[in-house]
C-alpha cells in the first residue's frame, strides 16, 4: 500500500534531505565493524553512500525501482561504488555474508504481519558472518500519538522544490489497533498544483515488549537497545528503539 509514496523520488529526497545524527551513528558502527556492509529498504541512499564512501563493500536493496534510480544517480555523481538491487527483504538469498546489516527510518515498518517480520530476521540471520551485527531502529510507539491519527487532515510541513516552488504536506491518519497499523494519506500541493501526489503511507508500531521476541523467533539475540542517536539507554520516554542484534 505504500509504492506509490515512494515513486517520487526527488521529491522524497526534497522532503527528507537526510544527513544528521542517524548517518553518523550508521557510519561510525559500520566503521567500527569492518567488511561487508549490506542495506536493506536503502532508498536513496542517505545512509549507504556515505558508508560506501569510507571505503567498504557496500550492497543496497530497496523494493522501489525508482528509490534505487535515484541512489544510482547520487552515487555516480559522487563517484561512489554500491551495488544496487531490486529485492523484497521479507525473503531474500544474495548467495553471500556481510560484516554489518542494517535496516533504518522505520523502513521494518512497512511489514505489517508477524510472519513477515520474522522470515526478515530469518533472511537477515542466513546472510551474517560470523561475529557481525544486524542493527535496526523504529520509532517507540506512543499510545498518546496513535490516539491523534484520528482520520482529519492536517498540514505536517512544508518544503522547496526548485521546479514547483513552495510544497505543502497535508497528512490524513487511522490506526488500526487491532492490526497495529498506521494507515495514512500523504498530500502534496502547492498554489496552483493542489494535491498533484496522493499517496498512502502504512506504517506498523512495534512496541517495545514484542519486539525481542520477533527478534528471537527469527534467530537472532538482540544484544542492546538504545533509545536515541547519542546511545541513551532505551526507555518508556526515549523516541527510538535502536537494536542491535547478532546470530543465535
Given at each position: ?7 517520487h ?11 544528521g545524527?542517524?548517518v ?28 560506501a ?49 542494517f ?9 505489517h504481519?508477524?510472519?513477515d ?60 489497533a ?34 525481542p ?36
Amino acid at each position: 500500500m505504500s509504492e506509490a509514496f515512494y515513486s517520487h523520488a526527488r521529491l522524497y529526497d526534497l522532503m527528507f534531505p537526510g544527513g544528521g545524527p542517524a548517518v553518523d551513528f550508521y557510519r561510525s558502527y559500520a566503521n567500527r565493524q569492518g567488511g561487508r556492509v549490506l542495506e536493506l529498504g536503502c532508498g536513496t541512499g542517505h545512509k549507504l553512500i556515505p558508508i560506501a564512501s569510507d571505503g567498504h563493500p557496500c550492497v543496497g536493496m530497496d523494493l522501489s525501482p525508482e528509490m534505487l534510480t535515484e541512489a544510482r544517480r547520487k552515487a555516480n555523481e559522487r563517484g561512489v561504488a554500491v551495488e544496487w538491487l531490486r529485492g523484497d527483504m521479507r525473503a531474500f538469498d544474495l548467495d553471500r555474508t556481510f560484516d554489518f546489516v542494517f535496516i533504518t527510518a522505520n523502513s521494518l515498518l512497512h511489514l505489517h504481519d508477524a510472519e513477515d517480520l520474522v522470515s526478515c530476521f530469518q533472511s537477515v540471520r542466513r546472510h551474517l558472518a560470523p561475529g557481525a551485527r544486524f542493527v535496526f531502529d523504529v520509532f517507540n510507539p506512543s499510545v498518546r500519538i496513535l490516539a491523534k491519527a484520528d482520520g482529519v487532515r492536517r498540514t505536517r510541513e512544508s518544503f522547496i522544490d526548485p521546479d514547483r516552488g513552495n510544497i505543502s504536506v497535508d497528512v490524513t491518519e487511522l490506526y488500526d489497533a487491532p492490526a497495529q497499523v498506521t494507515r495514512g494519506t500523504w498530500h502534496l500541493s502547492t498554489d496552483s498544483e493542489p494535491d498533484f501526489v496522493v499517496a498512502p503511507l502504512e506504517i506498523r508500531s512495534i512496541f517495545p515488549q514484542e519486539l525481542p521476541l520477533l527478534v528471537s523467533l527469527g534467530g537472532l539475540r538482540l544484544i542492546e537497545r538504545l533509545g536515541d542517536w547519542s546511545g541513551r539507554p532505551f526507555a518508556v520516554d526515549t523516541p527510538l528503539q535502536l537494536c542491535i542484534c547478532e546470530s543465535t
